[in-house]
Protein backbone atom coordinates (compact mmCIF):
# COMPACT_ATOMS: atom_id res chain seq x y z
CA UNK A 1 0.00 0.00 0.00
CA UNK A 2 1.62 3.18 -1.61
CA UNK A 3 1.06 6.04 1.26
CA UNK A 4 -0.64 9.23 0.63
CA UNK A 5 1.04 12.63 1.72
CA UNK A 6 -1.50 14.98 1.33
CA UNK A 7 -3.49 13.31 4.43
CA UNK A 8 -2.33 15.51 7.60
CA UNK A 9 -0.89 12.28 8.68
CA UNK A 10 0.95 10.52 6.06
CA UNK A 11 0.28 6.39 7.64
CA UNK A 12 -0.67 2.84 5.94
CA UNK A 13 -2.89 2.21 8.95
CA UNK A 14 -6.38 3.19 7.55
CA UNK A 15 -6.35 5.96 10.17
CA UNK A 16 -9.05 7.81 8.32
CA UNK A 17 -11.65 5.08 9.37
CA UNK A 18 -10.93 5.59 12.89
CA UNK A 19 -12.21 9.48 13.47
CA UNK A 20 -11.59 9.74 17.55
CA UNK A 21 -7.99 8.02 17.17
CA UNK A 22 -7.25 10.43 13.70
CA UNK A 23 -8.62 13.68 15.75
CA UNK A 24 -6.39 12.28 18.95
CA UNK A 25 -3.59 11.84 17.05
CA UNK A 26 -4.35 15.53 15.03
CA UNK A 27 -4.60 16.72 18.33
CA UNK A 28 -1.45 15.43 19.52
CA UNK A 29 0.81 16.46 16.25
CA UNK A 30 0.73 20.32 16.88
CA UNK A 31 2.44 19.23 20.75
CA UNK A 32 5.11 17.36 18.45
CA UNK A 33 5.92 20.30 16.15
CA UNK A 34 6.22 22.22 19.24
CA UNK A 35 8.86 20.29 20.86
CA UNK A 36 10.60 20.15 17.49
CA UNK A 37 10.80 23.57 17.33
CA UNK A 38 12.02 23.72 20.82
CA UNK A 39 14.04 20.61 21.15
CA UNK A 40 15.00 19.47 17.37
CA UNK A 41 18.13 20.23 15.51
CA UNK A 42 18.82 24.27 15.84
CA UNK A 43 17.94 26.59 13.92
CA UNK A 44 16.51 24.36 11.28
CA UNK A 45 13.20 26.46 10.57
CA UNK A 46 14.43 27.33 7.24
CA UNK A 47 17.35 24.55 6.32
CA UNK A 48 16.27 22.77 2.65
CA UNK A 49 17.92 19.32 3.71
CA UNK A 50 18.02 16.32 0.82
CA UNK A 51 15.90 13.77 2.97
CA UNK A 52 14.69 10.36 2.48
CA UNK A 53 10.95 10.12 3.75
CA UNK A 54 9.34 6.58 3.75
CA UNK A 55 6.53 6.49 0.82
CA UNK A 56 5.60 2.53 1.39
CA UNK A 57 6.76 -0.16 3.29
CA UNK A 58 7.73 -2.53 -0.05
CA UNK A 59 11.28 -3.49 0.60
CA UNK A 60 12.65 -2.72 -2.73
CA UNK A 61 11.33 0.83 -2.76
CA UNK A 62 10.42 2.58 0.17
CA UNK A 63 12.43 5.38 0.33
CA UNK A 64 12.09 9.16 -1.07
CA UNK A 65 15.14 11.19 -1.26
CA UNK A 66 14.44 14.95 -1.89
CA UNK A 67 15.26 18.44 -0.44
CA UNK A 68 12.64 18.94 2.45
CA UNK A 69 12.55 21.98 4.30
CA UNK A 70 13.20 20.91 8.15
CA UNK A 71 9.81 21.63 10.22
CA UNK A 72 7.61 20.41 6.61
CA UNK A 73 8.96 16.55 7.16
CA UNK A 74 6.09 14.32 6.83
CA UNK A 75 6.39 12.34 10.11
CA UNK A 76 3.95 9.19 9.25
CA UNK A 77 2.97 6.25 10.66
CA UNK A 78 3.79 2.97 9.16
CA UNK A 79 3.49 -0.97 10.21
CA UNK A 80 4.55 -3.45 7.90
CA UNK A 81 1.93 -5.44 6.45
CA UNK A 82 -0.11 -7.86 8.68
CA UNK A 83 0.09 -11.66 7.97
CA UNK A 84 -3.20 -13.05 9.08
CA UNK A 85 -1.96 -16.84 10.06
CA UNK A 86 0.96 -14.81 12.18
CA UNK A 87 1.18 -17.47 15.54
CA UNK A 88 3.05 -16.29 18.47
CA UNK A 89 6.57 -17.83 18.50
CA UNK A 90 7.39 -18.42 21.76
CA UNK A 91 6.18 -18.47 25.64
CA UNK A 92 3.11 -19.50 27.15
CA UNK A 93 0.98 -18.86 24.27
CA UNK A 94 3.45 -20.19 21.96
CA UNK A 95 1.24 -21.76 18.78
CA UNK A 96 -1.78 -19.39 19.74
CA UNK A 97 -2.68 -16.79 17.43
CA UNK A 98 -1.35 -13.23 17.64
CA UNK A 99 -3.13 -10.81 19.37
CA UNK A 100 -4.60 -7.76 17.63
CA UNK A 101 -5.50 -6.30 20.73
CA UNK A 102 -4.31 -5.72 24.09
CA UNK A 103 -4.98 -8.60 26.60
CA UNK A 104 -5.92 -7.02 29.69
CA UNK A 105 -3.65 -8.89 32.02
CA UNK A 106 -1.00 -7.33 30.26
CA UNK A 107 -1.72 -4.26 29.36
CA UNK A 108 0.38 -2.48 31.71
CA UNK A 109 3.61 -4.48 31.04
CA UNK A 110 3.11 -3.77 27.37
CA UNK A 111 2.53 -0.03 27.59
CA UNK A 112 5.73 0.23 30.26
CA UNK A 113 7.96 -1.22 27.41
CA UNK A 114 6.28 1.03 24.42
CA UNK A 115 7.02 3.91 26.36
CA UNK A 116 10.60 3.07 27.44
CA UNK A 117 10.91 2.23 23.55
CA UNK A 118 9.45 5.43 22.72
CA UNK A 119 11.03 7.86 25.33
CA UNK A 120 14.44 6.78 23.70
CA UNK A 121 13.75 8.43 20.52
CA UNK A 122 13.32 11.91 21.65
CA UNK A 123 15.72 11.67 23.79
CA UNK A 124 18.57 11.37 21.20
CA UNK A 125 16.98 14.35 18.84
CA UNK A 126 17.70 16.38 22.38
CA UNK A 127 20.96 14.98 23.18
CA UNK A 128 22.01 15.62 19.33
CA UNK A 129 20.01 19.45 18.47
CA UNK A 130 23.58 21.26 18.86
CA UNK A 131 25.66 19.00 16.91
CA UNK A 132 24.94 20.96 13.75
CA UNK A 133 26.91 23.98 14.43
CA UNK A 134 29.68 22.07 14.19
CA UNK A 135 28.99 19.22 11.64
CA UNK A 136 32.83 18.16 9.90
CA UNK A 137 30.37 19.05 6.05
CA UNK A 138 27.76 19.18 4.42
CA UNK A 139 27.50 15.02 3.84
CA UNK A 140 27.57 14.66 7.82
CA UNK A 141 25.34 17.09 8.39
CA UNK A 142 22.56 15.70 6.16
CA UNK A 143 23.19 12.40 7.80
CA UNK A 144 22.95 14.34 11.35
CA UNK A 145 19.26 15.77 10.00
CA UNK A 146 18.04 12.53 8.62
CA UNK A 147 18.58 10.01 11.93
CA UNK A 148 17.10 12.87 14.05
CA UNK A 149 13.75 13.20 11.31
CA UNK A 150 13.92 9.05 11.65
CA UNK A 151 14.19 9.00 15.39
CA UNK A 152 11.39 11.64 15.26
CA UNK A 153 8.77 9.10 13.43
CA UNK A 154 9.89 6.25 15.60
CA UNK A 155 8.23 8.40 18.31
CA UNK A 156 5.10 8.80 16.22
CA UNK A 157 5.23 5.09 16.18
CA UNK A 158 5.41 4.10 19.69
CA UNK A 159 2.55 7.16 20.00
CA UNK A 160 0.09 5.63 17.77
CA UNK A 161 0.33 2.15 19.72
CA UNK A 162 -0.25 4.39 22.59
CA UNK A 163 -3.10 6.21 20.98
CA UNK A 164 -5.11 2.96 19.15
CA UNK A 165 -4.58 0.90 22.10
CA UNK A 166 -4.05 1.70 25.28
CA UNK A 167 -7.30 4.29 25.54
CA UNK A 168 -6.77 7.40 28.12
CA UNK A 169 -3.42 6.42 29.61
CA UNK A 170 -1.72 5.93 26.36
CA UNK A 171 -2.69 9.84 25.57
CA UNK A 172 -1.04 10.48 28.90
CA UNK A 173 1.48 9.09 28.26
CA UNK A 174 1.87 10.38 24.66
CA UNK A 175 1.99 13.80 26.18
CA UNK A 176 4.65 12.44 28.66
CA UNK A 177 6.70 11.47 25.95
CA UNK A 178 7.23 15.09 24.47
CA UNK A 179 7.44 16.81 28.22
CA UNK A 180 10.62 14.86 29.54
CA UNK A 181 14.07 16.25 28.32
CA UNK A 182 17.65 14.47 28.05
CA UNK A 183 19.66 15.37 30.73
CA UNK A 184 17.11 17.39 33.19
CA UNK A 185 17.46 17.18 36.47
CA UNK A 186 13.80 17.44 37.27
CA UNK A 187 12.13 15.57 34.47
CA UNK A 188 14.65 13.20 32.53
CA UNK A 189 14.51 10.58 29.99
CA UNK A 190 13.94 6.92 31.57
CA UNK A 191 17.34 5.57 30.78
CA UNK A 192 20.91 6.24 31.48
CA UNK A 193 22.34 6.58 28.47
CA UNK A 194 19.69 8.82 27.35
CA UNK A 195 20.68 11.31 29.30
CA UNK A 196 24.67 12.01 28.70
CA UNK A 197 25.40 14.57 26.68
CA UNK A 198 26.55 13.66 23.07
CA UNK A 199 28.79 16.90 22.67
CA UNK A 200 31.18 16.51 19.83
CA UNK A 201 30.98 14.60 16.41
CA UNK A 202 32.99 11.64 17.52
CA UNK A 203 30.69 11.43 20.83
CA UNK A 204 27.73 11.29 18.21
CA UNK A 205 29.43 8.34 15.75
CA UNK A 206 30.25 6.60 18.80
CA UNK A 207 26.46 6.67 20.44
CA UNK A 208 25.03 6.08 16.74
CA UNK A 209 27.36 2.78 16.44
CA UNK A 210 26.86 1.87 19.49
CA UNK A 211 23.39 3.08 21.07
CA UNK A 212 21.37 3.14 18.24
CA UNK A 213 22.73 -0.78 17.97
CA UNK A 214 21.27 -1.58 21.10
CA UNK A 215 18.08 0.13 19.68
CA UNK A 216 18.61 -2.66 17.02
CA UNK A 217 18.46 -5.45 19.55
CA UNK A 218 15.35 -3.59 21.72
CA UNK A 219 13.73 -3.45 18.15
CA UNK A 220 14.67 -7.24 16.83
CA UNK A 221 13.50 -8.28 20.47
CA UNK A 222 10.04 -6.87 20.00
CA UNK A 223 9.64 -7.54 16.23
CA UNK A 224 8.70 -11.02 17.88
CA UNK A 225 6.12 -9.76 19.86
CA UNK A 226 2.55 -11.46 20.64
CA UNK A 227 1.09 -8.11 20.40
CA UNK A 228 1.01 -8.46 16.65
CA UNK A 229 0.81 -4.01 15.79
CA UNK A 230 3.95 -3.61 17.90
CA UNK A 231 5.88 -6.67 15.85
CA UNK A 232 4.83 -4.92 12.94
CA UNK A 233 5.89 -1.33 13.63
CA UNK A 234 9.42 -2.56 14.93
CA UNK A 235 10.31 -4.57 11.68
CA UNK A 236 9.81 -1.08 9.97
CA UNK A 237 11.72 0.82 12.23
CA UNK A 238 14.11 -1.64 12.19
CA UNK A 239 15.05 -0.75 8.21
CA UNK A 240 15.54 3.09 9.07
CA UNK A 241 17.96 1.99 12.05
CA UNK A 242 20.78 0.00 9.94
CA UNK A 243 21.35 3.75 8.59
CA UNK A 244 21.89 5.09 12.06
CA UNK A 245 24.41 2.44 12.73
CA UNK A 246 25.46 3.14 9.45
CA UNK A 247 26.82 6.67 10.11
CA UNK A 248 28.45 6.07 13.54
CA UNK A 249 30.43 2.98 12.24
CA UNK A 250 31.75 4.22 8.23
CA UNK A 251 31.68 8.44 10.58
CA UNK A 252 34.59 6.54 13.21
CA UNK A 253 36.07 4.40 10.30
CA UNK A 254 36.85 8.01 8.34
CA UNK A 255 38.27 9.58 11.22
CA UNK A 256 40.55 6.55 11.65
CA UNK A 257 41.50 7.17 8.56
CA UNK A 258 42.27 9.98 9.12
CA UNK A 259 44.24 9.94 12.00
CA UNK A 260 45.94 6.68 10.47
CA UNK A 261 46.98 9.06 7.37
CA UNK A 262 48.51 11.83 9.28
CA UNK A 263 50.58 8.82 11.93
CA UNK A 264 52.40 7.77 8.19
CA UNK A 265 52.91 11.07 6.97
CA UNK A 266 54.36 12.64 9.82
CA UNK A 267 56.17 9.17 11.22
CA UNK A 268 54.65 9.38 14.78
CA UNK A 269 52.11 7.73 17.09
CA UNK A 270 52.67 10.46 19.63
CA UNK A 271 49.01 11.40 20.76
CA UNK A 272 50.60 14.92 21.46
CA UNK A 273 52.34 15.46 18.31
CA UNK A 274 48.76 14.40 16.44
CA UNK A 275 46.85 16.35 18.44
CA UNK A 276 48.57 19.36 17.32
CA UNK A 277 48.42 18.52 14.05
CA UNK A 278 44.31 18.36 14.60
CA UNK A 279 43.28 14.94 14.34
CA UNK A 280 42.09 12.31 17.53
CA UNK A 281 45.03 10.37 18.11
CA UNK A 282 44.00 6.74 18.73
CA UNK A 283 44.13 6.18 22.39
CA UNK A 284 41.23 8.50 22.68
CA UNK A 285 39.41 7.00 20.65
CA UNK A 286 39.46 3.70 22.25
CA UNK A 287 38.44 6.14 25.58
CA UNK A 288 35.64 7.35 23.88
CA UNK A 289 34.65 3.31 23.12
CA UNK A 290 34.77 2.03 26.44
CA UNK A 291 32.85 4.84 27.57
CA UNK A 292 30.13 4.59 25.26
CA UNK A 293 29.96 0.48 25.19
CA UNK A 294 29.67 0.27 29.07
CA UNK A 295 27.15 2.93 29.09
CA UNK A 296 24.88 1.02 26.12
CA UNK A 297 25.60 -2.16 28.03
CA UNK A 298 23.60 -1.00 30.50
CA UNK A 299 20.81 -0.22 28.85
CA UNK A 300 20.09 -4.03 28.68
CA UNK A 301 19.43 -3.79 32.33
CA UNK A 302 19.87 -6.02 35.45
CA UNK A 303 21.76 -9.42 34.16
CA UNK A 304 18.98 -11.75 36.19
CA UNK A 305 15.51 -9.91 35.58
CA UNK A 306 12.34 -10.99 37.27
CA UNK A 307 10.76 -8.40 34.74
CA UNK A 308 12.70 -10.34 31.80
CA UNK A 309 11.30 -13.79 32.66
CA UNK A 310 7.60 -11.88 32.87
CA UNK A 311 7.49 -10.41 29.64
CA UNK A 312 9.46 -13.54 27.51
CA UNK A 313 6.42 -16.10 29.24
CA UNK A 314 3.85 -13.74 28.77
CA UNK A 315 5.05 -13.01 24.77
CA UNK A 316 5.38 -9.53 25.33
CA UNK A 317 9.07 -9.60 24.12
CA UNK A 318 10.83 -12.22 22.21
CA UNK A 319 14.98 -13.23 21.71
CA UNK A 320 17.12 -11.56 19.22
CA UNK A 321 16.23 -13.57 15.89
CA UNK A 322 13.31 -16.15 17.96
CA UNK A 323 12.82 -17.75 15.05
CA UNK A 324 16.22 -19.25 14.27
CA UNK A 325 16.98 -20.51 17.58
CA UNK A 326 15.95 -24.02 17.87
CA UNK A 327 14.91 -24.98 21.49
CA UNK A 328 11.33 -24.94 22.65
CA UNK A 329 11.19 -21.53 23.07
CA UNK A 330 9.48 -21.85 26.32
CA UNK A 331 12.95 -22.16 28.12
CA UNK A 332 10.92 -23.40 31.54
CA UNK A 333 14.01 -25.40 32.97
CA UNK A 334 16.71 -23.84 30.46
CA UNK A 335 20.04 -21.86 32.37
CA UNK A 336 22.12 -19.17 30.58
CA UNK A 337 25.55 -18.19 32.19
CA UNK A 338 25.88 -14.62 33.80
CA UNK A 339 28.26 -13.03 35.90
CA UNK A 340 28.87 -12.80 39.20
CA UNK A 341 31.18 -11.29 42.21
CA UNK A 342 32.32 -14.10 44.67
CA UNK A 343 34.83 -12.53 47.50
CA UNK A 344 35.29 -10.17 45.16
CA UNK A 345 36.42 -11.83 41.76
CA UNK A 346 34.53 -12.13 38.82
CA UNK A 347 32.94 -15.70 38.42
CA UNK A 348 30.58 -17.28 36.12
CA UNK A 349 26.80 -19.25 37.47
CA UNK A 350 23.75 -20.59 35.90
CA UNK A 351 20.54 -18.37 36.19
CA UNK A 352 17.61 -19.86 34.75
CA UNK A 353 17.58 -18.82 31.50
CA UNK A 354 13.93 -17.05 31.67
CA UNK A 355 15.34 -14.65 34.00
CA UNK A 356 19.21 -14.36 32.04
CA UNK A 357 16.97 -13.19 29.00
CA UNK A 358 18.26 -9.16 29.63
CA UNK A 359 22.08 -10.96 29.76
CA UNK A 360 21.50 -12.98 26.87
CA UNK A 361 20.48 -10.07 24.85
CA UNK A 362 23.53 -8.34 25.55
CA UNK A 363 25.27 -11.31 24.52
CA UNK A 364 24.36 -11.44 20.95
CA UNK A 365 24.70 -7.21 20.91
CA UNK A 366 28.23 -7.54 21.97
CA UNK A 367 29.02 -10.33 19.28
CA UNK A 368 27.77 -7.54 16.77
CA UNK A 369 29.52 -4.97 18.49
CA UNK A 370 33.10 -6.86 18.32
CA UNK A 371 31.97 -7.75 14.67
CA UNK A 372 31.95 -4.29 13.76
CA UNK A 373 34.79 -3.06 16.32
CA UNK A 374 36.65 -5.56 14.08
CA UNK A 375 36.31 -3.98 10.50
CA UNK A 376 37.33 -0.35 12.11
CA UNK A 377 40.83 -2.45 13.08
CA UNK A 378 41.02 -2.67 9.30
CA UNK A 379 41.57 0.67 8.72
CA UNK A 380 44.81 0.57 11.23
CA UNK A 381 45.83 -2.88 9.26
CA UNK A 382 45.26 -1.33 5.63
CA UNK A 383 47.44 1.97 6.94
CA UNK A 384 50.10 -0.27 8.47
CA UNK A 385 49.67 0.77 11.94
CA UNK A 386 50.78 -1.67 14.58
CA UNK A 387 47.16 -0.46 16.68
CA UNK A 388 43.69 -2.21 17.42
CA UNK A 389 41.00 -0.95 18.46
CA UNK A 390 39.30 -3.38 21.27
CA UNK A 391 36.32 -3.72 23.41
CA UNK A 392 36.38 -4.06 27.02
CA UNK A 393 35.17 -6.99 29.17
CA UNK A 394 32.00 -6.85 29.42
CA UNK A 395 32.05 -5.87 32.84
CA UNK A 396 34.04 -3.05 32.81
CA UNK A 397 32.75 0.27 34.17
CA UNK A 398 29.25 -0.56 34.72
CA UNK A 399 26.01 0.49 36.97
CA UNK A 400 23.29 -1.80 36.87
CA UNK A 401 22.64 -5.49 37.72
CA UNK A 402 25.09 -7.11 40.10
CA UNK A 403 28.38 -5.85 38.71
CA UNK A 404 27.06 -1.84 39.56
CA UNK A 405 29.08 -2.64 42.89
CA UNK A 406 32.24 -4.13 41.72
CA UNK A 407 35.39 -1.83 40.00
CA UNK A 408 36.30 -3.98 37.03
CA UNK A 409 39.02 -3.03 34.57
CA UNK A 410 38.74 -3.27 30.85
CA UNK A 411 40.88 -6.52 30.82
CA UNK A 412 38.54 -7.89 33.53
CA UNK A 413 40.43 -7.35 36.77
CA UNK A 414 38.36 -6.30 39.90
CA UNK A 415 40.09 -3.83 41.35
CA UNK A 416 40.00 -1.52 44.86
CA UNK A 417 38.54 2.26 44.55
CA UNK A 418 41.87 3.81 44.46
CA UNK A 419 43.04 1.33 41.53
CA UNK A 420 40.45 2.07 39.92
CA UNK A 421 40.44 5.90 40.28
CA UNK A 422 44.28 5.84 39.18
CA UNK A 423 43.61 3.83 35.92
CA UNK A 424 40.26 5.88 34.83
CA UNK A 425 42.76 8.14 32.97
CA UNK A 426 43.83 5.37 30.91
CA UNK A 427 40.39 3.99 30.48
CA UNK A 428 37.48 6.54 30.36
CA UNK A 429 37.58 10.03 28.18
CA UNK A 430 39.45 12.82 30.21
CA UNK A 431 38.54 16.09 30.26
CA UNK A 432 41.90 17.04 28.20
CA UNK A 433 40.49 14.59 25.97
CA UNK A 434 37.02 16.35 25.53
CA UNK A 435 38.66 19.79 25.71
CA UNK A 436 40.97 18.23 22.47
CA UNK A 437 37.95 16.84 20.44
CA UNK A 438 35.98 20.17 20.85
CA UNK A 439 38.21 22.13 19.91
CA UNK A 440 38.55 20.33 16.38
CA UNK A 441 34.98 20.86 16.22
CA UNK A 442 34.58 23.74 13.64
CA UNK A 443 31.25 23.88 11.19
CA UNK A 444 32.41 22.77 7.82
CA UNK A 445 29.37 23.62 5.20
CA UNK A 446 30.87 24.27 1.97
CA UNK A 447 29.93 21.09 -0.57
CA UNK A 448 33.00 18.88 -0.91
CA UNK A 449 34.67 20.15 1.86
CA UNK A 450 35.94 18.01 4.96
CA UNK A 451 37.08 19.15 8.47
CA UNK A 452 40.66 18.35 8.85
CA UNK A 453 39.67 15.12 11.99
CA UNK A 454 37.61 13.19 9.10
CA UNK A 455 38.30 11.28 5.58
CA UNK A 456 35.47 12.35 3.26
CA UNK A 457 33.26 9.00 2.48
CA UNK A 458 34.04 6.99 -0.44
CA UNK A 459 30.91 7.73 -1.88
CA UNK A 460 28.09 10.14 -1.29
CA UNK A 461 24.07 9.59 -0.51
CA UNK A 462 21.70 7.78 -2.75
CA UNK A 463 24.20 7.65 -5.68
CA UNK A 464 24.62 11.61 -5.25
CA UNK A 465 28.25 13.00 -5.31
CA UNK A 466 30.19 13.68 -2.31
CA UNK A 467 30.29 17.43 -3.24
CA UNK A 468 26.49 17.29 -3.74
CA UNK A 469 24.35 20.02 -2.19
CA UNK A 470 23.17 18.06 0.87
CA UNK A 471 21.94 21.07 2.84
CA UNK A 472 20.22 24.20 1.74
CA UNK A 473 20.75 27.82 4.08
CA UNK A 474 18.19 29.60 3.37
FE1 LIG B 1 14.92 5.08 16.82
FE1 LIG C 1 18.21 5.15 15.64
Redesign the pocket.
Known amino acids: MSINYSEKIPNNVDLGSDRSLQRALEHWQPAFLDWWGDMGPDGTASTDVYLRTAVSVEPGGWAHFDHVKMPDYRWGIFLNPADADRRIPFGEHKGEAAWQEVPGEHRANLRRIIVTQGDTEPA?VEQQRHLGATAPSQYDLRNLFQ?NV??GRHLWAMVYLLHRYFGRDGREEAEALLQRRAGDQDNPRILGAFNEQTPDWLSFFMFTFFT?RD?KFQLCALAESAFDPLARTTRFMLTE?AH?MFVGESGIARILQRTCETMVQHRTDDPAKLRALGVVDLPTIQRYLNFHYSVTLDLFGADVSSNAAIFYSAGIKGRFEEGKLTDDHLLKDATYPVIEVVDGKLTMREAPALNALNEKLRDDYIRDTVAGVGRWNKVMLKNGIDFQLTVPHKAFNRMIGSLAGVKVTPDGRVVSAPEWEAGTREWLPTPEDRVHVQSLMGRVVEPGKFANWIAPPPMGVNKQPVDFEYVRFN
Do not use: A, M, T, Y
Request: aromatic share 0%; charged share 50%; net charge negative.
Open positions: SIEEDGEH
